[in-house]
């Protein structure tokens, strides 16, 4: 019940640094990964204008060595962060709980994945110290953010529960969930969603009422993890008054009112990410049984899955 929270709560102001922005990056799904956090930042540097940059949670999971895990989170700590289930859990005090990795999956996902991942948690927990896991409880869950005109609410998981998962690509597909992400929408006073927890990406127009323009989720699917076969990078989205100039965009839509939303990949040395991910996770390891071949290959996916413009009425 602690995960929960209700679609009204995002009806408020944004805080007065997340006003009139520019320019929005919002990192979900980091999962320790040094090199793709570090391209973020390069990126998130160039940018002109009023800009804030989000890591919207879960920016932790493979960064076993407590090095690694103290470098990740104090680079994080430094802009806006959410927890996800991960951060969440690692700050429990309640280290034998039933929640295991948080990670809520849903049915389609196996019982060994499941597993595996609460072993990883586990593992992960080792590596915090308490002041660390003090800084994680203290995250919010979601917080408000408005680019140009539109506004937006920013979560881990969906509009309900920071680790739901009503903005799977695969729910998503469902006319009928189409109708209650609307009314979350509706609910909440808000142009957009952005999020992640899913692991593959999608961007979903919504009708809206009274003519205006459409609505959307903006899942970025991974950061930290390619997102598509045979796409090595990873991706945040990025909401701008300006489209991104460069060629490490992948994809991306017109929000309407003069904003758009991109999702922009993070091209990292893949040998050198897959080097630093051996050493913490050796082959026969959880996080290698799990992970290993989407981070070598990447998912069965592609990009032009990932736009969605609702036939909805």
């Given at each position: 019940m602690h995960y929960r929270y209700r679609p009204e709560a995002f009806a408020v102001g944004a805080p007065a640094r997340l006003q009139s922005l520019d320019v929005l990056y919002v990192v979900g799904g980091l999962y320790g990964n040094e090199l793709a956090l570090q391209r973020v930042l390069e990126l998130f540097?160039?940018?002109?204008?009023?800009?804030?940059?989000?890591?919207?949670?879960?920016?932790?999971?493979?960064?076993?060595?407590?090095?690694?895990?103290?470098?990740?989170?104090?680079?994080?700590?430094?802009?806006?962060?959410?927890r996800g289930n991960v951060e969440t859990e690692l700050a429990s005090a309640d280290?034998?709980?039933?929640?295991?990795?948080?990670?809520?999956?849903?049915?389609?996902?196996?019982?060994?994945?499941?597993?595996?991942?609460?072993?990883i948690l586990g593992r992960l927990r080792q590596a915090t110290s308490e002041q660390q896991r003090a800084k994680l409880s203290a995250l919010p869950m979601?917080?408000?953010?408005?680019?140009?005109?539109?506004?937006?609410?920013?979560?881990?998981g969906d509009a309900t529960s920071l680790a739901g998962w009503g903005f799977a690509q695969e729910h998503l597909r469902d006319a009928g969930h189409r109708a209650q992400v609307a009314e979350w929408?509706?609910?909440?006073?808000?142009?957009?969603?952005?999020?992640?927890?899913?692991?593959?990406?999608?961007?979903?127009?919504?009708?809206?009422?009274?003519?205006?323009?459409?609505?959307w989720i903006l899942n970025n699917g991974a950061a930290g993890m390619p997102n598509f076969r045979g796409d090595t990078a990873g991706l945040f989205t990025r909401v701008a008054v300006e489209p991104f100039a460069g060629p490490d965009r992948r994809l991306g839509v017109s929000m309407g009112q003069g904003v758009h939303a991109e999702a922009v990949a993070i091209e990292v040395d893949a040998q050198a990410w897959i080097t630093g991910f051996k050493a913490q996770w050796s082959e026969g390891s959880d996080a290698h049984v799990s992970y290993f071949d989407r981070i070598v290959q990447g998912p069965d996916y592609t990009p032009a899955e990932v736009v969605r413009l609702s036939p909805d009425p």
């Open positions: 540097d160039r940018e002109p204008g009023r800009k804030r940059l989000v890591f919207n949670g879960d920016f932790h999971w493979f960064d076993a060595d407590p090095t690694v895990f103290a470098r990740v989170q104090s680079a994080v700590l430094m802009h806006d962060a959410l280290a034998g709980g039933d929640a295991g990795c948080g990670c809520a999956y849903p049915d389609w996902v196996g019982d060994g994945v499941v597993e595996r991942s609460n072993r979601w917080l408000r953010a408005d680019v140009g005109p539109l506004r937006l609410g920013l979560v881990h929408l509706d609910r909440a006073g808000v142009d957009a969603f952005a999020c992640s927890h899913t692991c593959l990406p999608v961007f979903q127009a919504l009708p809206a009422p009274s003519g205006r323009p459409a609505r």
